[in-house]
């Protein structure tokens, strides 16, 4: 599902990562978990991801400022998470911050 984003501009948080083969359950319930908490935090629109076969994930966030998007980096909950992703989940990540100027798409009806 698309996330349903206002006119730019607006922040992406571009979250690029290849997981480890170590427990996929642990993993999946702490991703529920972020998506919900972060849906509940000031100036959030909503989250994109996918994830291949390979363990290559790309999941991107978006904020309505910068601001609202490192205050979601700073949340505990979030940090804790984060945590567990180096020691346990992820082989490597990247993030990228990114401003959306413009945008524009197609959907079939």
Known sequence: MLAK???PPYVAVIFTSL???????GYAAMAEAMDRLAAEQPGYLGVESARGADGLGITV??????EHARAWKGVSA?????????????????????EVTR?????RQ
Do not use: C, N
């Open 5 to 7: 984003t206002p006119e």
């Open 19 to 25: 997981r480890t083969a170590e427990d996929g359950a």
């Open 61 to 66: 966030s978006y904020w309505q400022s910068a």
């Open 78 to 98: 979030h940090a804790g998470a984060q945590k567990l992703g180096r020691e346990r989940w992820y082989k490597m990540f990247r993030v990228r911050i990114a």
């Open 103 to 107: 945008e524009y798409g197609f959907a």
